[in-house]
């Protein structure tokens, strides 16, 4: 009389963790990008924000003020890895952020000529009264 097996081998247990362990792998790779191209584009909209709220207050004002005052955008962008960077004279201004781990993206500039530009390698940014993207 035959004798009926229940449950799995030692083998069958190990082939199925390793092939969970390959997909598991494969997709916290993709989630990891994911989350640095989110952050990138956090900075990318922060930034633009900042270009917002610099012309509402040129408006307003008749003048830009530092961007170093601009505390909601500066605490948005250091939430996501980059650190605001500028100088605002009168009515001219630069804000920029390094991106790190942008992947395609290292940087990310606005100024008030109306550049809004991506850099694929951090740019030098020159002295800190320059008021345009390099």
């Given amino acids: 009389m035959k004798q009926l097996r229940k449950g799995f081998t030692l083998i069958e247990l190990l082939v199925v963790i390793a092939i969970i362990a390959i997909l598991a792998s494969i997709v916290l790779v993709n989630v990891n990008q994911a989350r640095q191209r989110a952050r990138s584009a956090a900075i990318q909209s922060a930034l633009s924000q900042l270009r917002t709220d610099m012309e509402l207050r040129i408006d307003t004002a008749g003048n830009y003020p530092a961007v170093s005052a601009l505390t909601t955008i500066a605490t948005a962008i250091s939430n996501n890895g980059g650190s605001l960077q500028g100088t605002a004279a009168g009515t001219a201004y630069r804000a920029y952020s390094l991106i790190p781990g942008g992947g395609d993206t290292q940087a990310f500039c606005v100024d008030s000529t109306g550049i809004s530009r991506a850099y694929a390698t951090a740019p030098t940014w ?9």
């Fill in 126 to 134: 020159g002295a800190a009264t320059v008021t345009t993207c390099p």
